[in-house]
């Protein structure tokens, strides 16, 4: 999704989740940061099915670079965090949709974003020292326009399985944000919220609209344990 256009995105966004729908699923997690940025918004402004919610990754991040908690509507104020490195596929760098939630949270905060092309496809195409490669270039570029960061968000959830690589690059003195952990609480926290929400089934289902053996062997690969996708 990370070089496609914004209404590709929508219209790609809302076929996916439509189908978790039909497949049963009230609450879906858009786990993409590009398809948080540019499309959903304008889906929960065109409306949702009712029972249905669809959830972005970009909050749980910027609340714990802005140390806030859920459901905390102060005003913006000052962070200990002035200068943050963004890196993130060219769409969602194109999108602004990261510094335009975090000045809800936040201000004075300097953010400098990295379009990490070609990160992506190495790491999908199994290619890590690829991968490795391209990271430590993006970094070197984001340190010629911001010299010093004191944090760095990996703003696509392909990023974390790069994150030593990210931050041996950019030095023990960056704090670095991952997602991962942090969705996932944030996650358990809504739930605890809305347990309505939980669903019945304990059945896990992996669907994917490319490749399912493919998918299937890089997710195993990557995740250290088997799975198995089927067509969507």
């Not at 200068?83 to 510094?99: D, K």
């Not at 300097?110 to 999908?124: L, S």
């Not at 960056?174 to 019945?200: C, I, K, T």
Request: hydrophobic residues 45%; charged residues 25%; proline residues 4%.
């Amino acid at each position: 999704y990370g070089v496609r256009d914004a209404d590709e995105i929508l219209q790609l966004t809302r076929a996916g989740v439509e189908r978790l729908w039909q497949a049963g699923c009230d609450l879906v997690i858009l786990a993409c940061n590009t398809a948080s940025a540019a499309a959903l918004r304008r889906m929960q402004e065109a409306g949702l099915p009712e029972g249905k919610r669809v959830l972005g990754v970009f909050v749980p991040l910027i609340e714990a670079l802005t140390e806030r908690q859920w459901g905390d509507n102060s005003p913006p104020r000052e962070v200990d965090m002035k200068h943050v490195a963004l890196f993130a596929t060219p769409a969602t760098v194109a999108s602004r949709a990261f510094q335009r939630e975090l000045a809800f949270r936040a201000i004075g905060v300097d953010v400098e974003a990295q379009a990490c092309g070609g990160v992506v496809d190495a790491i999908e195409d199994g290619d890590l020292i690829l991968a490795e490669a391209l990271v430590r270039s993006h970094v070197e570029a984001l340190k010629r326009k911001m010299p010093k960061p004191q944090a760095a968000i990996l703003g696509c959830t392909h990023y974390p399985l790069m994150q030593e690589v990210f931050q041996a690059a950019l030095g023990a003195d960056v704090q670095v944000f991952s997602q991962a952990d942090l969705v996932a609480q944030s996650l358990g926290n809504y739930l605890e919220r809305h347990p309505d929400m939980r669903g019945q089934s304990e059945v896990s289902m992996f669907l994917t609209t490319g490749d399912p053996a493919r998918v299937s062997d890089r997710a195993t690969q990557f995740l250290r344990r088997k799975i198995e996708f089927h067509a969507a």
